[in-house]
């Protein structure tokens, strides 16, 4: 059975996601503080982990960053609730770490199908020898590590799993709802610009060579292409 953290300070919400979830086959474990929730991960590792952003003493943000940089628990996958709708603050969660979000008020159904997309995409299994290389791009899937230029970047599992499907399909028009269906597993009803968002941040990761690789096809969708250096 799979184990899901959530750290949520709200009572109410925290009780109705662990119900929700217990109800769909994980086991769960709920935190109201993120301190609690750190201090558990590398001894209980979660499949995946759900994060309120404020939370009382050290806020979801800096708890995800602290994740992001411990090597025995920098892979799971997080999810993020967050009551701000402010295209800023989505895309400072993504960049800050977080690998999908939703805004408050939500939907138990719609949160148990991203929850199901998030570990579907992080247990697949990698061949051990199995790495792409396009342009300035290195990419092992086992290790999932990403090198631009030779220099390590750091990426989140959406950001990750984004490349590589561009890299797979270089050269070749990748629509929006391809990548939608793809990447995060089901037909997306919510807003479509998590998509652009994902993207973004990918890009700047990347930095400008890299970055310049990924190319807008404007009303269709993203192409991976070789750029003039």
């Known amino acids: 059975?799979?184990?899901?953290?959530?750290?949520?300070?709200d009572d109410n919400i925290r009780d109705l996601i662990k119900i929700a979830l217990e109800?769909?086959?994980?086991?769960?474990?709920?935190?109201?503080?993120?301190?609690?929730?750190?201090?558990?991960m590398e001894t209980d590792k979660p499949a995946l982990a759900v994060f309120d952003l404020m939370l009382p003493g050290m806020d979801g943000m800096s708890a995800i960053r602290?994740?992001?940089?411990?090597?025995?628990?920098?892979?799971?996958p997080i999810l993020v609730l967050t009551a701000k709708d402010r295209e800023f603050d989505k895309v400072a969660g993504l960049d800050g770490g977080a690998d999908d979000y939703m805004t408050k008020p939500f939907?138990?159904?719609e949160l148990a199908?991203?929850?199901?997309?998030?570990?579907?995409?992080?247990?697949?299994?990698?061949?051990?020898?199995?790495?792409?290389?396009?342009?300035?791009?290195?990419?092992?899937?086992?290790?999932?590590?990403v090198t631009?230029?030779?220099?390590?970047?750091?990426?989140?599992?959406?950001?990750?799993?984004?490349?590589?499907?561009?890299?797979?399909?270089?050269?070749?028009?990748?629509?929006?709802?391809?990548l939608l269906n793809h990447i995060w597993g089901y037909d997306y009803d919510g807003e479509t610009r998590?998509?652009?968002?994902?993207?973004?941040?990918?890009?700047?990761?990347?930095?400008?060579n890299g970055g310049s690789c990924i190319k807008t096809v404007r009303g269709v969708g993203y192409r991976l292409i070789k750029t003039e250096v």
């Not at 109800?23 to 558990?40: C, I």
């Not at 602290?66 to 799971?76: A, E, F, G, P, T």
């Not at 030779?150 to 990748?174: P, S």
């Open 194 to 208: 998590t998509l652009d968002m994902h993207i973004r941040t990918l890009r700047q990761k990347l930095g400008e």
């Open 107 to 109: 939907g138990v159904m």
């Open 148 to 178: 631009c230029d030779g220099v390590k970047i750091e990426l989140t599992l959406k950001e990750f799993d984004l490349l590589q499907y561009l890299m797979e399909n270089h050269n070749k028009v990748v629509t929006r709802d391809e």
């Open 23 to 40: 109800g769909f086959g994980y086991e769960v474990s709920s935190y109201e503080m993120a301190e609690d929730a750190l201090k558990h």
């Open 66 to 76: 602290k994740i992001r940089k411990n090597d025995l628990i920098k892979d799971i």
């Open 1 to 9: 059975m799979e184990r899901i953290y959530v750290v949520e300070d």
């Open 113 to 145: 199908a991203r929850i199901r997309s998030l570990l579907r995409r992080s247990s697949k299994n990698q061949s051990p020898d199995d790495e792409l290389e396009q342009y300035c791009l290195h990419l092992n899937k086992k290790t999932r590590e």
